[in-house]
Each structure stands twice: as C-alpha cells, then as structure tokens.
C-alpha cells in the first residue's frame, strides 16, 4: 500500500492583534512610568530571524478544534490529527504541518511601544485569569 503525500502552501491573513506566547516574561523599561514599576511582558514565539512566529502544532491544533465542531467527522480527526490519550496509548495523525513565518507586516504608527515591524505593546491589556 502506498501512502500519497500532498502538499498544501497557504497564506494566513492575520486581522486583528494575535498573540503566540511562549510562557516567559521580560522587563519593557520603555513602558515604565516615570518612577514607576518596569512591567512586564509576555514573550512571543519567534523564527530564527527574530520575526513573530506561528508553531505548527499552534496551527494545526485550530484546524484539529475546527473539525471538532463539525457533525459525524470524529473518524477523519483521528486520521488527520491523531489520537491523544493520557496513559501513552496514542497515535500520530497523518496530517504533518509546518509554521508559519511572517511574511509581510503593516507599519504599525499608533501602536505604543513598537519594537519592529508589526510588533508592539498594546498598553491596558491584561489576561484574566478567570476567563
């Protein structure tokens, strides 16, 4: 039996702030008020060149959630994405994925604290625990 391989290429269009972390923090002195506490920010996920990053296990993780919400398509997501089970029983899909890697970034003029190209602060915003 024979396996096919195809390959799909694709651009992700991104229209609204995202925000890939990686679970570390670092100080921003930029953002500190004058005599004030250095906050705190979350790292993002970044390539090789530094630029802003989407893992492939980010990516295929929403495709896997989508399929998900379809009706009668539990046998097709365990094709493609596997099966995940605590006790070490689980199985690889058939469904290999690759990052995605900026490709272009608007000029971001209004965004405080921009670093580089389409990467920036977004001052007054926080994550609640509760949600």
């Keep these: ?4 391989r195809i390959d799909f290429a694709g651009e992700l269009v991104v ?7 990686t679970g570390t923090f670092r100080d921003l002195p930029a953002a500190a008020p004058e005599g004030g506490e250095c906050p705190g920010v979350a790292e993002i996920v970044r390539d090789v060149d530094k630029a802003p ?3 492939p296990t980010t ?7 989508l399929m998900e919400d379809m009706p ?4 097709r997501v365990n094709c493609l994405f596997g099966i995940i089970k605590d006790d070490g029983q689980g199985r690889m899909g058939a469904l290999l994925m690759r990052g995605a890697r900026r490709t272009h970034a608007p000029p971001v003029t ?3 604290y ?12 926080r994550i609640e625990p509760a949600s």
């Design 72 to 75: 009668d398509q539990r046998d």
């Design 59 to 65: 990516l295929k993780g929403l495709l896997r959630r």
């Design 114 to 125: 921009a670093t580089e190209p389409g990467v920036f602060v977004a001052a007054r915003t």
């Design 1 to 4: 039996m024979s396996k096919a």
């Design 15 to 21: 229209v609204t702030p995202l925000h890939v972390g």
């Design 110 to 112: 209004q965004a405080p």
């Design 53 to 55: 990053y989407l893992p």
